[in-house]
């Protein structure tokens, strides 16, 4: 029996930035799913296209429905872990909106009553404290984030759909 289309996948790409399968939790032909170097809440995750487009305008009509399609899907298994009253979803379109990695992606934020003063502040907290390169906020362990993924591939389920991957 040949390999699955995954055996040889060892890392995948978030622009510049190689991201290991061990930290990823959902795979799909056109969409992936990674936990965050730096949360500003717990549960805080991002779905990137598996093609590196820098701009939201640059996907294909198919692109945008799957990165949806798994923003739904990661939605109730981010509500339900994490007992989410509400979530962000974010997708910041280019440098000016605050798009650190040139790499489509979209930020799904668990949210509860009074997590922030302002609601809106979620927003300054995403553009200012997200960034790779802040010193703000200490990066979470390689570890910490291979069991965060591992917990949501079990909570979101099937790993792939047995297509090109």
């Known amino acids: 029996m040949p390999p699955s289309p995954t055996a040889a996948l060892r890392a995948l790409w978030f622009g510049p930035h190689t ?7 959902l795979l799909t032909p ?23 487009h820098p701009r939201f305008s640059d996907l294909s009509p198919d692109e945008v429905a799957d990165l949806f399609l798994q923003a739904q899907r990661v939605s109730r298994a981010i509500t339900r872990h994490f007992g989410a009253q509400s979530l962000t979803l ?22 509860n009553e009074g997590d922030f003063p302002d609601n809106d502040d ?11 390169d802040n010193e703000e906020r200490t990066p979470r362990t390689p ?10 591939r079990k909570e979101i389920g099937e790993w792939n759909t047995d297509t090109d991957c």
Request: glycine share 6%.
């Open 30 to 52: 056109l969409t992936y799913g990674l936990v965050n170097l730096k949360p500003i809440r717990p549960g805080h995750v991002l779905l990137a296209t598996r093609l590196p």
């Open 122 to 132: 979620v927003y300054e907290k995403l553009e200012h404290t997200h960034r790779i």
């Open 143 to 152: 570890q910490d984030m291979a069991g965060e993924a591992e917990m949501l």
């Open 19 to 25: 991201i290991p399968l061990s930290q990823t939790f």
């Open 90 to 111: 974010c997708i910041q379109d280019g440098k000016e909106a605050g798009q650190t990695v040139p790499h489509v992606h979209l930020h799904v934020i668990p949210r």
